[in-house]
């Protein structure tokens, strides 16, 4: 079974500054996507930002970026210029192509941006 | 709007007492969740369902039971929920068709947050 590992339980940044959060994974296949999901304080997921396992290139979405590294089965998430409503809590997702609709989360980020 | 809706988002109740959680979402999506998140361990899944009438069990069924009569309905349903099933619970779904990693996008109902005394 896959299995997704977020290592920093809580880290804080400073106002626009960048932060980078690690998320490593563990799974023999090789197609499959990953997503890091936002969470803030009203605790609606949103997703930030998606990689296809197939594409070499890094996903980028505004602030956001991702360094995906494959055969190291790492999936690091960049914020660049913080901002206050950045502050939230970060899951890193993975599932599978043609997967049995198993999106296996890693246990959270707490991100902390502070002014 | 594309939307999940989930009700009720707070719920406390106490130990034995029959509860069902309903979520709806108005996509036409195919695949059907539903996840507890608990603190340290993210969120895991409960149950599934791939379409009407076809549903299974995910990671942490215990406890739990689901229906899928109509597509756009997916309700959770505790039967003698114990304090251990204090949890958030969130109701997701995907298209599991389309381009491809939109055919694998969580849309994400709002939680519901259940207290079992």
């Known amino acids: 079974a896959q299995t997704v590992t977020q290592s920093q339980p809580e880290m804080s940044v400073q106002e626009a500054e960048t932060v980078t959060l690690s998320c490593t994974y563990d799974?023999?296949?090789?197609?499959?996507?990953l997503f890091w999901y936002k969470q803030p304080p009203s605790r609606q997921m949103i997703l930030v930002i998606r990689?296809?396992?197939?594409?070499?290139q890094n996903a980028t979405e505004n602030r956001f970026s991702v360094n995906f590294q494959k055969a190291a089965k790492s999936f690091s998430l960049k914020i660049s210029d913080s901002q206050l409503g950045d502050t939230a809590m970060y899951f890193c997702a993975f599932m599978k192509h043609g997967g049995n609709n198993d999106m296996r989360f890693g246990a959270g980020t707490r991100l902390t941006v502070k002014p | 709007e594309a939307q999940v809706t989930q009700n009720p988002r707070y719920l406390i109740t106490v130990t034995g007492k029959k509860l069902t959680v309903t979520c709806s979402q108005n996509m036409n999506h195919e695949y059907m969740s539903w996840y507890r998140q608990d603190p340290g361990l993210g969120l895991r899944q409960i149950y599934y369902s791939m379409n009407v009438e076809v549903t299974d069990k995910g990671d942490v069924p215990e406890g739990y039971k689901v229906s899928r009569k109509e597509k756009r309905n997916f309700p959770l349903i505790l039967e003698s929920p114990s304090p251990n099933q204090t949890s958030l619970y969130f109701c997701a779904s995907h298209p599991g068709q389309g381009e491809r990693w939109r055919a694998y996008e969580q849309y994400f109902g709002p939680g519901t947050r259940l207290t079992v005394t």
């Open positions: 799974t023999s296949e090789n197609n499959y996507y």
């Open positions: 990689q296809e396992a197939y594409k070499q």
